[in-house]
């Protein structure tokens, strides 16, 4: 790999995954995962795989089939979690365990309750036990950037002598700023032995807005690898962007020298998938992806721009992969280009998943006369779920400025059909408090979104719900040309989701 090369790790299914309303199912994973494929990310971090029954699997189906990057697991330094990871990636062609221990005296002191020495130990044992299992092993000091550089060299050390070729240097808590961090990097790169064919990684945490900000900075300072995820999503603040640190590497390698791999017209894709999947949009104002990104409302600058794009334009939407209302499908589009389309958006579905789907653009082709990407999206995401226990098989409301709002709504239970009437105080929630009846949820709706979803009155409603049931909240979409109808769909899927999740164990303890 030419020395300009920057490793993109994204991390979106692991440290992304972790953060609040981010869960994903094992089938949302893969479809993630096979959109990060298409991204050209390098390393692909597929989840945590002792954390849960549920990580496992999806890790282990994410190696078995997502093909071109290097795929990764995540594991503590002890022979457990690294045998766990190990068996997780077996079936990947290319496969990292990537472990890690705290450094920081008041990680060391508080959580780990050990000494600096005993911690060496550890580390030193869990890249050798790693090892045993692939070639590709990374090591991560949490709390890099609070930790004594002096120890945090020793530990590095440690571990390149005991083999590992990626050392990942977190700021864990967000805590650094960008000439700091370039100190820290250009120490350890001029101290550590051995460096030779072994990639020096950052893991930035965006407590403070400073994610890429740092993240470019430890590049300047000889960093090769950054480890990101699509929106920024992650603990807390979140994580480096992918798209930002991407695009800043592109539009200023003037100044900086450095490539990536990545496929940049995939960017916007990924991101909308993201989205659609988790039921988290950006802000609009967000880098790169945000609905305002390329948008100029300024006459003085739409005035420019129109003269020419580079008035005002760094880079145009069609580098990321924005095709604003590119009309992609009619009715008259056949099965094959259909099937090309869903592979295009990283929906590659196959048996009765595609003819499903396929059927229901039909039927929205006729409805609708012009079928956008966002729309397919928006179907795949309705139809595509993992064992759905409740379905929407039927509903109809009334409503109206003289009438109590009513709903009767049939929901198959299992292939059982169940049937239940309601009032409310609009068709939505009367329509709501019937799906309440049938299912037997007794959680709270915390959040009620409606968008359009394209534009016109013939668009489709895009419906976001968040619930809570007992402590647990997870969020869900529905979309439907009609919005009492989008709507009962996302509120089953969320339902949908709380059986699933509530069957999995807990996860430990959150990480670097
Ligand atoms: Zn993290």
Redesign the pocket.
Known sequence: MSKNQIVIFD?TLR?GEQSPGCSMNLEEKLRMAQQLAHLKVDVIEAGFPIASPGDFDAVQAIAKEVKGPVICGLARANKKDIERCAHAIEPAKKKRIHTFISSSDIHLKYQLKKSREEVLEHAKAAVKQAKKWTDDVEFSAMDATRSDWDYLRQMFQVAIDHGATTLNI?D?VGYTIPSEFYELVSYLNAQLKGLKGVNLSV?C?NDLGLAVANSLAAIEAGATQVECTVNGI??RAG?CSLEEIVMALHVRQDQLNRQTKIKKDQIYPASKLLSSITGISVQPNKAIVGENAFAHESGIHQDGVLKNKLTYEIMTPATVGISKNKIVMGKHSGRHAFREKLKELGYPLTGDDFQTVFEEFILLADVKKEVYDEDIIALVDTRIHEEQRFELEAIQVSSGNFAVPAATVSVLDNGELKKAAAFGDGPVDAAFQAIKEITGFNGVLKKFVVNAITGGTDAQGGVFVTIEDQGRVVRATGSHTDIVVASAQAFIAAINRIAFYNRSDDRPEK??
């Open positions: 991390t440290d977190p864990t893991h945490h992650g603990e994580n990480l670097i």
